[in-house]
């Protein structure tokens, strides 16, 4: 359904080093900045670009939305957690644990307040 998710950011290199980080914790590799100054993450047939607004206006955070991440197994998900958290974002909501359907998940805020999850596939 989805072709792409964009989210803004204030900090562009600071976003790179995060989101940089935390995709090559799940298996992807560095982003890239394209002519129009968007950096580009592709994992697994998804993109992910993270862009300053191009109205000018700073970046904010979606209230009451998330970003969720496939990841391949419970340690991918503990190291993307850990690749956030020791580069710029903060660990929130419970800590990374599996949930009744037998999915593994993590929640992150990236440096500019999005909130992110790295989940496995439910167990079926």
Known sequence: MFT???IGSNDLEQARRFYDATFA???GKPGEMDARRRLIYAHEGGRLMI????D???ASAANGGTIGLAAAS???VLA?????TEHGGA???SPPAERP???FVAYLRDPDGNKLTARTRRVT
């Open 4 to 6: 792409h998710v964009m």
């Open 25 to 27: 914790a799940l298996g």
């Open 51 to 54: 862009t300053k607004p191009i």
């Open 74 to 76: 419970r340690e991918h």
């Open 56 to 58: 000018g206006k700073p």
């Open 80 to 84: 993307w957690h850990r690749a956030g």
């Open 91 to 93: 660990a929130i909501e």
């Open 101 to 103: 359907n037998g999915a």
